[in-house]
T-cell receptor
Framework: ETGVTQSPTHLIKTRGQQVTLRCSSQ?????VSWYQQALGQGPQFIFQ???????GRGNFPPRFSGLQFPNYSSELNVNALELDDSALYLCASSSGTSGIWYFGPGTRLLVL | GEDVEQSLFLSVREGDSSVINCTYT??????LYWYKQEPGAGLQLLTYIFSNMDMKQDQRLTVLLNKKDKHLSLRIADTQTGDSAIYFC????????FGKGTKLSVKP
């Protein structure tokens, strides 16, 4: 059984640029959610996708957007990057029936 | 919405038991979780408890849930240096809500 994977592992961008982060869910999982973890903080919920539809969103502006694909992998897109977007971005997947969440290793984004 | 609080630091000696505590405000979570995060890594699921249970034991880990007081705890028996990490408790209302994490330091 393959766990949750994310790419890239690290990324450096400059303010105003756009970034796309990718996540492959664990085998058999149809629900994916994304979290932002700033340094020294707990992860904050960005949004969730179930069967290619967004079905929950946290308190993040519209420049944070996402997609889920038919194979249940997912992308997180962030436009007009700001310095405060520097964080560890975590993807988690779950089987809709169990609700147990498994996390990937994260993508560390640095915005200069 | 849900609010989850944890103490920020805990220091124990190797071989002792560690108890990490967590309080939460919303009792509608189906599951309550404990995750472990090592430096620079993602969150590793340690254990979880269904909301209608009081206790769950899994090898060195014991989870206690007091629904009346909205209190969750994680006990690690025979704590090892490899247990040094940040521990997050979280509730699930579809998505996960986390506290700020408790940094466990284990001294040899």
């Amino acid at each position: 059984e393959t766990g949750v994977t994310q790419s890239p592992t690290h990324l450096i961008k400059t303010r105003g640029q756009q970034v796309t982060l990718r996540c492959s869910s664990q085998s058999g999982h149809n629900t994916v959610s994304w979290y932002q973890q700033a340094l020294g903080q707990g992860p904050q919920f960005i949004f969730q996708y179930y069967r290619e539809e967004e079905n929950g969103r946290g308190n993040f502006p519209p420049r944070f957007s996402g997609l889920q694909f038919p194979n249940y992998s997912s992308e997180l897109n962030v436009n007009a990057l700001e310095l405060d977007d520097s964080a560890l971005y975590l993807c988690a997947s779950s089987s809709g029936t169990s609700g147990i969440w498994y996390f990937g290793p994260g993508t560390r984004l640095l915005v200069l | 919405g849900e609010d989850v609080e944890q103490s920020l630091f805990l220091s124990v000696r190797e071989g002792d038991s560690s108890v990490i505590n967590c309080t939460y405000t919303d009792s509608s979570s189906t599951y309550l979780y404990w995750y472990k995060q090592e430096p620079g890594a993602g969150l590793q699921l340690l254990t979880y408890i269904f909301s209608n249970m009081d206790m769950k034991q899994d090898q060195r880990l014991t989870v206690l849930l007091n629904k009346k007081d909205k209190h969750l705890s994680l006990r690690i028996a025979d704590t090892q240096t490899g247990d040094s990490a940040i521990y997050f408790c979280g509730g699930s209302q579809g998505n996960l809500i986390f506290g700020k994490g408790t940094k466990l330091s284990v001294k040899p």
